[in-house]
């Protein structure tokens, strides 16, 4: 069972700056079927990056994913206030057949 | 535009069953398969499973193995997910997403809040 680890848990920065998050994964993830969320409060997820580096479509230049294998990183160059959110990743195609990490809570500094 | 709109919140009794609906537009419903996710308040995002509007087919999480059923209505364009024997720890807000062939949802219906008291 493929089981996602995302780091860190909770990541303070301010307006302005580059943020880096981290998910890993304890299996390789085949055919790099990893992909990045990002939900505000009282809202439904919103797909990022699918394939571990496309950006969704209307999803800022600003927002880019890498990684391959087990380890995947989601990095926001230039942080926006809108951008402060819980971010999660997720896996397609291991068993089980989706999991997803617990989370990563960006919050203002 | 392309969107998925679900039912309504409920309020149920433990041991009951709620189902909860998945209305799509915007696209071809049945060349599609939909997830279900759901959430517990404060909690992280856990996968229930996914149910192919092409062919019928399911594939259920272990954990809600004989106690959730997925089914699709194509003339309608929505997307069922039916939980029985709830329990306290059912509380939580249930989302529909779609699914593409690399496993990635997009869109997400809004979530419909299901509360077991």
């Known amino acids: 069972e493929i089981v996602l680890t995302q780091s860190p848990g909770t990541l303070s920065l301010s307006p302005g700056e580059r943020a880096t998050l981290s998910c890993r994964a304890s299996?390789?993830?085949?055919?790099?079927?990893l992909a990045w969320y990002q939900q505000k409060p009282g809202q439904a997820p919103r797909l990022l990056i699918y394939?571990?580096?496309s950006r969704a479509t209307g999803i800022p230049d600003r927002f880019s994913g890498s990684g391959s294998g087990t380890d995947f990183t989601l990095t926001i160059s230039r942080l926006e206030p809108e951008d402060f959110a819980v971010y999660y990743c997720?896996?397609?195609?291991?068993?089980?057949?989706?999991?997803f990490g617990q989370g990563t809570k960006l919050e203002i500094k | 535009q392309v969107q998925l709109v679900q039912s309504g919140n409920e309020v149920k009794e433990p041991g009951a069953s709620v189902k909860v609906s998945c209305k799509g537009s915007?696209?071809?419903?049945?060349?599609?398969?939909f997830s279900w996710v759901r959430q517990a308040p404060g909690q992280g995002l856990e996968w229930m499973g996914l149910?192919?509007?092409?062919?019928?087919?399911?594939n259920y999480a272990q954990s809600f193995q004989g106690r959730v059923a997925m089914t699709t209505d194509t003339s309608t364009s929505t997307a069922y997910m039916e939980l029985r024997s709830l329990r306290s720890d059912d509380t939580a807000v249930y989302y529909c997403?779609?699914?593409?062939?690399?496993?990635?949802?997009?869109?997400w219906g809004q979530g419909t809040l299901v509360t077991v008291s």
């Open positions: 997720q896996q397609y195609g291991s068993s089980p057949l989706y999991s």
């Open positions: 149910i192919s509007a092409t062919n019928g087919k399911t």
């Open positions: 299996q390789s993830i085949a055919n790099n079927f």
């Open positions: 915007g696209f071809i419903f049945n060349t599609y398969a």
């Open positions: 394939g571990a580096s």
């Open positions: 997403g779609r699914n593409y062939n690399d496993g990635s949802l997009h869109p």
